[in-house]
């Protein structure tokens, strides 16, 4: 019988609930079903560390909201975003690796073997863990933006700006990532407008240059998404102005860039995360602050953000993990 919870000494213990029951004993536990997680999944169970994964919220991870996936090599003729994922967990399934539904809800890093709640009940104690929970496009809210998620909405424009070819687009948002969407689009688009609740971009000075030397970039200022119109597909955008005046712009594409957030909430107590959330790993390795922990995919990464980024991090996790076992004579 194991019991954990309050470790008054420990950084964020207060948030650690009190679970008692038979622990259940894996060599390497994945949390995450996305490229990351799954990718991690078959290299861990390759090299026989009978990986346990937990699939999380949402199954498959942010690709199985999206529907063609035209950028991840190997698929010549692009693949469905959900078809891809099915693929990668087969992948992970064929070697071993033990798949299950559940959510993880809370985490004692405390010491190895680590202790992970899933669904309040279940506890696990795992020698290493990989981290692959990913991050969560923010959307607006509005009832039309969620209508037409998939047919004109999207929150990735690397990932679907090619659909919208000789089109005109708009991007929402002033950050960074609003910036580098619409440098991209405006490479493939015919004409890309930015919509910025206020009246500056929040963005670096050096994106913002080469923003403004675009031309085919125009910034609205000041302008807020009322609804997107269309009927099966996005046909227009109507916006608020800062006097008030409703405008419509007519395009074929909205992309939604407002920012992410990492899915990192419940290993803050015990993983260092950036101010945004995003778990650090050391430079060049999937490590965190705890040796045994890694962590990969988009939870950790709020640069590129690619389905083959995240995979290529998971490889990592798994070969850190596996080199992590063997030097504690536990692979
Ligand atoms: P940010 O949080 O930096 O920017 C979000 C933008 O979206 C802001 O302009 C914000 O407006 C706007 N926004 C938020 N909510 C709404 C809303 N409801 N309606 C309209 N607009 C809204 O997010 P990013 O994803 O751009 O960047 C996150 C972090 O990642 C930053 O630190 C950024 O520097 C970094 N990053 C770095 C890159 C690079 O170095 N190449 C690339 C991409 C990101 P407001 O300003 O009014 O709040």
């Known amino acids: 019988m194991i019991t954990f919870g309050k470790l008054e000494s420990q950084p964020g213990s207060e948030k650690k609930s009190v679970v008692s029951g038979e622990a259940e004993k894996v060599k390497c536990l994945i949390i995450g079903s996305g490229p990351a997680g799954y990718t991690a999944a078959i290299y861990a169970a390759r090299a026989n560390l009978s990986p346990v994964l937990y699939e999380g919220i949402q199954p498959g991870g942010q690709l199985t909201t999206t529907t063609e996936v035209e950028n991840f090599p190997g698929y010549p003729e692009g693949v469905q975003g959900p078809q891809m994922m099915e693929d990668f967990k087969k992948q992970a399934m064929r070697f071993g690796t033990d798949v299950r539904f559940g959510i993880v809800t809370s985490v004692d890093f405390s010491q190895r073997p680590f202790k992970v709640v899933v669904d309040d009940e279940k506890t696990i104690e795992a020698q290493a863990v990989i981290i692959a929970t990913g991050a969560t496009a923010k959307y607006l809210g509005l009832e039309s933006e969620e209508k037409f998620k998939g047919s004109g909405v999207s929150a990735c424009a690397t990932c679907d700006g090619f659909f919208y070819k000789g089109q005109d687009v708009a991007v929402v948002g002033g950050g960074d990532t609003a910036c580098e969407e619409a440098l991209y689009l405006s490479g493939i688009c015919r004409k890309v407008y930015m919509i910025v609740r206020k009246d500056y971009l929040r963005a670096s000075k050096a994106m913002q240059q080469r923003v403004f030397n675009t031309p085919n970039i125009e910034v609205l200022f000041g302008h807020v998404t009322k609804e997107i119109v269309g009927s099966n597909v996005v046909e227009g955008v109507i916006l608020e ?6 405008v419509r712009k007519d395009i074929s594409g909205f ?73 504690h004579g536990l692979a």
Request: hydrophobic content about 35%; glycine content about 10%.
């Open 241 to 246: 102005n800062s006097k008030g005046e409703l």
């Open 255 to 327: 992309f939604v860039a407002i920012g992410h957030t990492p899915n990192s909430d419940v290993f803050k107590p015990w993983i260092e995360t950036d101010e945004q959330g995003y778990i650090k790993t050391i430079p060049g390795s999937s490590r965190t602050n705890i040796p045994g922990v890694f962590a990969c995919g988009d939870v950790q990464d709020k640069i590129y953000r690619q389905a083959i980024t995240a995979a290529g991090s998971g490889c990592m996790a798994a070969i850190d993990a596996e080199r992590f076992l063997s030097e």
